[in-house]
C-alpha cells in the first residue's frame, strides 16, 4: 500500500502544476491565468525538458539492473542443473549400492559407528560440563 503512495507522490513531484500534455503544448493548470507569455513557456520547456532527461536516466538504470539481475539469474539455472546431475548420479550409486545385500550391511555399519560417534560426543560434552561447570 505504501508503495502505491510512493508512487503517486514521486508522479506528482514530476509533473506538479501541469494537468497534463495536449496537442503540442501544455495545458495550464487552474492557478495559472489566462495568457501564458514566451518566458513562462520556455521554463515550462525547460523543466519537462529535465524531467524527460531524468526519466530516461532512470529507465536505462532499470534496464542495466534487469539485465544483471538476468544474468544472475541464468548462472543460478545452470548451477543448479549441474547440481542436478551430480546428485542424479550419487542417487543412482546409492540405489546400486542398496540392491545387494552386503550393500545394506555396509551401510547400516556406517550409520551405526555415525550414531555411536555423536551420542559418545555428547556424552564426553555433559561430562565435561558436570566436572568444570562449563560447555567446551
Do not use: P, Q, W
Amino acid at each position: 500500500m505504501s508503495s502505491r503512495r510512493e508512487h503517486r507522490a514521486s508522479k506528482a513531484a514530476l509533473f506538479d502544476g501541469y494537468d497534463g500534455i495536449e496537442e503540442g503544448g501544455i495545458r495550464a493548470s487552474s492557478s495559472y491565468s489566462g495568457e501564458i507569455n514566451e518566458h513562462d513557456n520556455e521554463k515550462a520547456i525547460d523543466s519537462l525538458k529535465d524531467r524527460v532527461i531524468f526519466l530516461k536516466r532512470l529507465t536505462g538504470d532499470i534496464h542495466e539492473e534487469a539485465l544483471s539481475h538476468n544474468r544472475l539469474l541464468d548462472r543460478m539455472g545452470n548451477n543448479m542443473d549441474a547440481s542436478r546431475g551430480i546428485l542424479s548420479g550419487t542417487v543412482d550409486r546409492f540405489n546400486m549400492v542398496f540392491e545387494k545385500k552386503s550393500g545394506r550391511r555396509m551401510c547400516m555399519l556406517i550409520g551405526g559407528f555415525v550414531l555411536s560417534f555423536f551420542a559418545l560426543y555428547y556424552l564426553m560434552r555433559y561430562i565435561v560440563f558436570y566436572i568444570n561447570g562449563t560447555f567446551v
